[in-house]
């Protein structure tokens, strides 16, 4: 299935969107139960480790995110890291 969607803030101001069926949201979804009785097994001292390494990464492309954030805001000419 597929939806057609304007934006007056982006260009080209209108896409095609494809949706993907109930039932493959529903296996995602198993899955990530499924993940995250598997995270909680992980040591916390590990958790840490890979949350420290989520962040640095994060950080490292701030303007980059900076920049997609705000154009999905519709605000895209006002990032303090551009």
């Known amino acids: 299935m597929n939806i057609f969607v304007l934006s007056l803030t982006h260009r080209p101001n209108q896409a095609l969107v494809s949706c993907v069926p109930v039932a493959q949201i529903d296996a995602t979804l198993d899955r990530a139960v499924t993940a995250q009785k598997l995270w909680r097994q992980v040591p916390v001292k590990e958790r840490v480790e890979y949350c420290r390494r989520f962040v640095a990464a994060f950080v490292a492309k701030k303007s980059e995110i900076a920049r997609e954030l705000t154009m999905q805001m519709g605000r ?6 551009a």
């Open 76 to 81: 895209y000419n006002l990032s303090p890291f």
